[in-house]
């Protein structure tokens, strides 16, 4: 693969973000990534202390090699409550980039690039791109409808061309992504890269449970569908028995609470602790209620692989 605009901001070997997961990235993976030559990010939100999240980020400029490049995802919306400290901390120990979602990016974007740090920001839609173009974004992830987890309305090609057409910083693509042929056709819409999760999630290295990585192999494409039971925000599960059972749709009490402009805030932020917590439950230990988060992307993945293997199937 030639050299693009991500590789050249990120001094690495492949145009590849190993895409930030909740509660399946970790140090391991990123590690195994840069040494893959690809850069790998990691939700701050997996470390429930300032302090967790200061030694992952020790670990992994001690591990940082030539061609690899690692990063951390911050959600900047009023919903987390950690997400001042988590950017002190990413601030004052210095990593190669943050990856800003749900919300504005303005005071990640003057702290971090103080420090040296590149933002790039999820974007859905072309309203949303400009102004974080304005706010002084390094790039913006177009976050497509084939996406994992909160996904996009648009199709990548779409997304993409809509963006490189009206932006003048770098566009990286997110969602939709299980082989080399799909990288190339998102760089032939004009991508400078790619954010690459779901493949991910059935990588040796990855924390969840083997149930969890199996699911990925087993299911597929026509698999994945929409919920609104975890964060409260449409997302995108693996259409397990149990998925099935509980439903997709919020409840009733929750759709009419969501109608009242002073609620509206804290049923999301509600919803989300709870969403999350069943998330942890089911990416740590199997059980019957399980809800696993992955996107369509998984129709690639046929066994569970270290994550140079997998960097090789994307590349080669």
Request: glycine share 8%; aromatic share 6%; charged share 20%.
């Amino acid at each position: 693969m030639s050299s693009t605009k991500l590789t050249q901001l990120l001094h690495i070997k492949y145009p590849i973000i190993q895409a930030p997961m909740f509660l399946v990235s970790n140090v391991a993976m990123v590690r195994e990534a840069m040494h893959a030559g690809i850069a790998g990010c990691i939700p701050a939100l997996n470390y429930r202390t300032l302090d967790e999240l200061r030694a992952a980020i020790k670990e992994l400029k001690k591990a940082k090699v030539e061609g690899g490049s690692f990063g951390f995802n911050l959600i900047v919306n009023k919903s987390n409550l950690k997400y001042k400290g988590q950017l002190e901390v990413l601030c004052e120990e210095g990593c190669d980039f943050i990856i800003t979602s749900l919300g504005s990016p303005e005071e990640t974007i003057n702290q971090a690039h103080a420090a040296g740090i590149k933002v790039f920001c999820d974007v859905t839609d072309l309203k949303f791109a400009k102004k974080v173009e304005v706010l002084g974004a390094d790039a913006a992830i177009a976050v497509n409808n084939e996406a994992g987890g909160h996904r996009g309305n648009l199709s990548p090609e779409k997304l993409i061309k809509l963006l490189t057409e009206n932006l003048s910083i770098p566009v990286i693509s997110a969602g939709g992504v299980g082989c080399k042929a799909d990288i190339e056709k998102m760089l032939s819409f004009g991508a400078e890269g790619v954010s690459v999760g779901s493949p991910f999630i059935a990588s040796v290295e990855a924390g969840v449970t083997d149930e969890y990585k199996q699911a990925c192999v087993d299911y597929g494409a026509d698999d994945i569908i929409m919920t609104e039971r975890i964060s409260g925000t449409p997302c995108t599960v693996i259409n397990t028995p149990y998925v099935q059972k509980i439903g997709t749709k919020a409840t009733w009490l929750e759709n009419m609470l969501n109608k009242n402009r002073k609620l509206k805030k804290w049923v999301k932020m509600v919803r989300f602790s709870i969403g999350m917590k069943a998330t942890e439950k089911a990416a740590k230990k199997a059980t019957y209620k399980t809800v696993w988060v992955a996107g369509p992307s998984i129709e690639h993945t046929k066994e569970i692989l270290p994550v140079k293997a997998i960097v090789s199937n994307l590349v080669n």
